[in-house]
């Protein structure tokens, strides 16, 4: 198989996927699921309070959930291969509100310098 026929074979399996919802829905998950899995890799013996409190005492927060986002880079990327431009827009439009989000919340704790 060529690169046409497996893109128009994805894009004609997968079209019910193409939806401006579920690449939000996606990219919104992703980040959580990141940093879930960062407590629970990195964290599992302190409490969810202790990690928080670890966060934000050595001025990490908002930049632990800035890496978090790069998820959404490769969800962004499997949406566009089969040209997939409305969940893709979904998962770009999620991540510019957590974007946003980080930046309120570094704001708000007076970290913006």
């Known amino acids: ?6 893109q128009q074979w994805l ?3 997968l079209k019910p996927l193409n939806k401006f919802w579920i690449g939000f829905i996606l990219g919104v998950i992703a980040p959580i699921a990141t940093l879930t ?3 629970f890799v990195n964290f599992e013996k ?5 990690f928080y409190t670890f966060l934000v005492q ?24 089969p040209d997939f431009r ?9 991540t510019f509100v957590v ?3 980080i930046i309120v919340t570094q ?7």
């Open 46 to 50: 302190y409490s969810i309070e202790e």
């Open 11 to 13: 894009s004609n399996k």
């Open 1 to 6: 198989m060529d690169k046409d026929n497996v």
């Open 58 to 81: 050595f001025r990490i927060l908002t930049k632990l959930l800035s890496l978090c986002v790069l998820p959404n880079l490769g969800i962004f990327f499997l949406f566009l291969y």
């Open 107 to 113: 704001a708000f704790m007076g970290l913006l310098w």
């Open 86 to 94: 409305r969940a893709a827009m979904g998962t770009l439009m999620a």
């Open 37 to 39: 899995i960062t407590y």
């Open 99 to 101: 974007a946003i989000a």
